[in-house]
């Protein structure tokens, strides 16, 4: 299966931008669907954008629509997600997942492979 490993995370001032990547390795990139979710302390978890096999179709929550961008390259292996004016609200640790599923995975339960995480705080 194909291993997952994000980077970009970090401490961000309130309106301000980071953008994230996942690199994958193992299986091919392209078979999976991919995603971004996030968890904050004492929240559940909730997916914030997904992406289609071949990067035609996206989903974004609806808190951050208009702020952050999911986007995929095929040839570089590479999931990313631009955030921009980010909220402290935004705060929460962010993970990369991969789907199996034909269908464009909108919730927790359709991913079945996960990366370690990368902490995003936005202070006020």
């Known amino acids: 299966q194909v291993q997952l490993v994000e980077s970009g995370g970090g401490l961000v001032q309130a309106g301000g931008s980071l953008r994230l990547s996942c690199a994958a390795s193992g299986r091919t990139f392209s078979n999976y669907a991919m995603g971004w979710y996030r968890q904050a302390p004492g929240k559940e978890r909730e997916v914030v954008a997904a992406i289609s096999r071949s990067g035609g179709t996206t989903y974004s929550l609806d808190s951050v629509k208009g702020r952050f961008t999911i986007s995929r390259d095929n040839v570089k292996n590479t999931l990313y997600l631009q955030m921009n004016s980010l909220k402290p609200e935004d705060t929460a640790v962010y993970y990369c997942?991969?789907?199996?599923?034909?269908?464009?995975?909108?919730?927790?339960?359709?991913?079945?492979?996960w990366g370690q995480g990368t902490q995003v705080t936005v202070s006020a």
């Open positions: 997942a991969a789907s199996t599923r034909s269908a464009l995975p909108t919730t927790i339960s359709q991913y079945n492979i």
